[in-house]
């Protein structure tokens, strides 16, 4: 009991630094939130232009329930608010472990949130400017004058930020395969051999990741499968680096 009491009494002022750097984040989240808010419809309408784009017969959308639209602005908001303050968050992380770790694993940890932050990024870019327009020309493909799409507001933004989310998150796979061969758990090698495993598992991912849809699962995966292989190749890069 003695032993547990004083290993709670060393790691309470480390508690109480994460217990800081989580306020941090938070602010920084509701900051970031508040700012997207006060611009939230000039970003709905942004966001709506590559879906009036694909459709000669669209120029609106339409809400049914009188809070969506609220609530659709909160949700767009806190989806914006969350990508900015991402590399504030990963700082924050980074913040946390430094003091722990030697000089040339500080400047790793520095280069792991800049590639982090890089890669999220160009994963949400990605979607807006290369899956998004393509996926949407394909499904108001089937709108004529005798079959009248109606969009509603709140589904449209969900559809947009769940795929910016799922484009974002998934091109970290590369991070992720260094990550786990700079600390040991695998090599380049486990890569290499289980590369099928590791197909089948992505294109479950993305049919997960965008509901479904099979459209839009070939363009998540094809990327995904670009990246695998570059993670291969960076892993081992860095394993013979070390």
């Not at 969900?158 to 795929?163: G, K, L, N, V």
């Not at 796979?173 to 061969?181: A, C, E, R, S």
């Amino acid at each position: 009991m003695s032993l547990i009491v004083r290993s709670l009494e060393q790691f309470r002022p480390h508690h109480q630094e994460m217990r800081q750097r989580l306020i941090r984040v938070f602010a920084a989240l509701v900051v970031c939130t508040g700012v997207a808010y006060g611009f939230s419809e000039s970003i709905a309408r942004l966001f709506m232009v590559p879906l009036f784009e694909a459709s000669p017969y669209l120029d609106h959308l339409v809400y049914t329930n009188l809070p969506e639209a609220f609530l659709s602005y909160l949700k767009l908001s806190l989806l914006v608010g969350v990508i900015a303050s991402f590399p504030y968050t990963l700082f924050q992380v980074w913040m946390f472990i430094a003091p722990g770790l030697k000089k040339s694993e500080k400047k790793f940890a520095i280069t792991v949130v800049f590639w982090a932050t890089l890669l999220f990024g160009a994963g949400a870019l990605f979607a807006l400017l290369g899956v998004l327009p393509r996926m949407l020309l394909y499904f108001m493909s089937y709108a004529s004058e005798s079959l009248e799409p109606l969009p509603k507001f709140g589904k449209y933004l969900t559809f947009i930020a769940r795929t910016v989310l799922a484009f974002g998150l998934s091109f970290e796979i590369p991070f992720l395969m260094v990550m786990t061969g700079k600390a040991g758990f695998v090599k380049a090698a486990y890569f290499q051999k289980k590369r099928l495993y590791f197909y089948a598992a992505i294109v479950f991912m993305a049919f997960l990741l965008t509901a479904g849809d099979f459209m839009a699962t070939g363009l998540l995966a094809i990327p995904l499968f670009f990246l695998y292989e570059s993670g291969i190749f960076l892993t081992a890069f860095f394993g013979k680096k070390s």
